[in-house]
């Protein structure tokens, strides 16, 4: 007696669902560009905030998390492109991509407005040194506001920068999400 013929659908795995090209050809592409740029600027994100000693960690606690884990999520991503094993994992790359992307630009403009705040809350505030007849006493004036953060100099121009790059990179996810949506609705 012969076998029965084996199930064709049950031997095999549908190909997965990219349109990016794989290996260095998606740093070809608008798409690999984009991702390039959130990992550089995410990079830069994480390198400021780490070097200003974080002076509000409720705040800045989440910026750091975020532009970590996103370029780490990131560099995974693009490794993946880049070698060719996403075309061995059976997924929907292109849902899978705008997906990351959504997550990523809601998490990313939380930490930019946080990184902004902590910025903002020291607008305005001047520390003078009185110098009485006895003791040197601080005087520190500042406007009104719920959020007071006492930042050196240098801090507060750290701050600055890092509030920059985390909007252009929430701008890089954004524009990344436009494009993996337009790739997965064709």
């Not at 061995?88 to 705040?117: M, P």
């Not at 990179?169 to 999400?177: D, E, F, K, R, W």
């Amino acid at each position: 007696m012969s076998e029965p013929a084996a199930n064709p659908a049950a031997t095999s795995f549908p190909a997965p669902t990219i349109s990016l090209p794989l290996g260095l050809e998606v740093l070809r592409t608008y798409s690999g560009a984009l991702v390039c740029l959130e990992i550089l600027f995410g990079c830069l994100v994480w390198i400021l905030v780490a070097s200003s000693n974080v002076p509000v960690p409720l705040l800045q606690g989440w910026v750091m998390f975020v532009s970590v884990t996103t370029f780490l999520l990131s560099s995974f991503y693009l490794t993946l492109l880049i070698t060719g094993l996403a075309d061995r994992i059976n997924t929907d790359w292109n849902f899978l991509d705008v997906f990351y992307h959504f997550i990523a630009l809601l998490f990313y403009f939380a930490a930019f407005v946080l990184e902004a705040a902590t910025t903002a809350a020291n607008g305005g505030a001047h520390i003078k040194p009185l110098n009485t007849i006895n003791e040197s006493v601080l005087c520190i004036t500042y406007p009104r506001g719920n959020i007071f953060t006492m930042l050196t100099y240098r801090q507060y121009s750290i701050n600055v920068v890092a509030t920059i790059f985390a909007f252009f990179v929430t701008l890089c996810y954004g524009c990344s999400l436009a494009m993996g949506f337009k790739r997965w609705r064709k």
